[in-house]
């Protein structure tokens, strides 16, 4: 077999060896990198079965936007990646549809997904508070019924409301409505939260409710409260803005979690978990995916984000990238 870029490759490892030393950088201390048990894998299957569907990969679109034009474009190129790579999606908040139907076509992905991946509608804990008192819940049935979703995601965020400026307050403990939600519905629901995760008494509350899944939105990454703080006074910036640094890690979630489990036992009724927030990339999800004592997938919301808004071929090759990136863990990387 001839070598034609051997001269090039031999003039480019001799000029940048010396740009790659790395005695200053620590290596990563989560995994054995075992180089010798693998050949190079190329059909490796990363499929699994998460709330009930198969995915081709244990990656998930974690819920982001939807009524504004660039929203319907960035919704239309995560849900023709869903199909493609087959993988899960949640809606970012659909309150807009309760209301009327303008930007209906932004949240009207399952046509684009296809019938056999998750795809789940979301709403805010306000609105499911407001919906029960008002007897309104059979609105958010339908709504679930017209975007053919699997089911709903509710997201917990009482920092977030209390920040925002036309934030919402609410009147029960978020559990208290979960718990009556879950007695008037009948479809399967996600608990979450936008971006500072939950300590171990809520964890540990929801792993006791008949829920499919709970979506961490963990701290570290997009945060919510600093969104908030952005769009608000400076005097309230000044008040408040150390309440941005409080939350939960994905790795802090993870013991919580394990910890959990192993004192509840049977009581676990929620069995599924995807690991979201401040996820970096594939090996952050292969890490936690393996660290975890529940079925879980990792998921992603900015970093979703920055590729969709541009073209969906930027974002096919960031798919394509944590598709093969996973497959080279599973052939090399033991988790310590
Ligand atoms: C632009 C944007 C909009 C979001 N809107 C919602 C939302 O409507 N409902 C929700 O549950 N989470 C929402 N989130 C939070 C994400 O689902 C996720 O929990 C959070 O971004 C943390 O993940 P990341 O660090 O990978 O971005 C939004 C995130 C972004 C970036």
New binding site residues.
């Given amino acids: 077999m001839s070598d034609t870029n051997a001269e090039n490759r031999k003039k480019d490892h001799i000029e940048l060896a010396f740009q790659s030393q790395v005695e200053n950088v620590q290596n990563d201390p989560r995994f054995y990198y075992e180089p010798l048990l693998s050949e190079h894998p190329t059909s490796i299957s990363l499929q699994k079965t998460f709330v009930g569907r198969k995915l081709q990969m244990p990656l998930w679109i974690?819920?982001?936007?939807g009524g504004t034009q660039l929203a319907g474009k960035i919704n239309h190129n995560l849900a023709k990646a869903c199909n493609e790579f087959g993988i899960g999606m949640?809606l970012?908040?659909c309150r807009r549809l309760l209301y009327d139907d303008t930007f209906f076509n932004d949240f009207n992905l399952r046509p684009v997904i296809g019938k056999d991946l998750p795809f789940y509608a979301?709403l805010g804990i306000a609105q499911i508070e407001k919906s029960i008192a008002d007897n309104q819940v059979d609105e958010i049935k339908k709504l679930v019924d017209k975007l053919q979703a699997d089911g709903l995601?509710i997201?917990v965020n009482p920092m977030q409301e209390f920040l925002q400026p036309e934030g919402d307050r609410f009147k029960n403990p978020p559990l208290h409505t979960i718990q009556q939600f879950l007695n008037l519905v009948d479809f399967p629901v996600i608990v979450?939260?936008?971006?500072q995760g939950m300590g171990p008494e809520s964890l540990k509350a929801l792993l006791q409710l008949p829920i499919v899944a709970i979506d961490f939105?963990a701290y570290?990454?997009?945060n919510?409260s600093k969104v908030e703080l952005l769009r608000s006074s400076d005097e309230k910036n000044i008040a408040f803005d150390n309440l941005m640094y409080v939350g939960h890690t994905a790795q802090d979630m993870i013991n919580f979690v394990n910890d959990a489990i192993n004192e509840l036992g049977e009581k676990v009724l929620c069995k599924e978990i995807i690991v979201?927030?401040?996820?970096k990339n594939f090996l952050d999800g292969y890490y936690y995916m393996h660290k975890l004592n529940l079925n879980s997938i990792y998921?992603?919301?900015?970093?979703f984000?920055k590729y969709a808004q541009n073209s969906y071929e930027e974002l096919k090759t960031y798919i394509e990238s944590q598709r093969d990136g996973l497959a080279l863990c599973g052939a090399y990387l033991k988790v310590k």
């Fill in positions: 974690s819920s982001m936007t949640g970012g908040s979301n995601i997201h979450k939260e936008v971006g939105g570290g990454g997009t919510f979201s927030g401040g996820i998921a992603q919301g900015s970093a984000l």
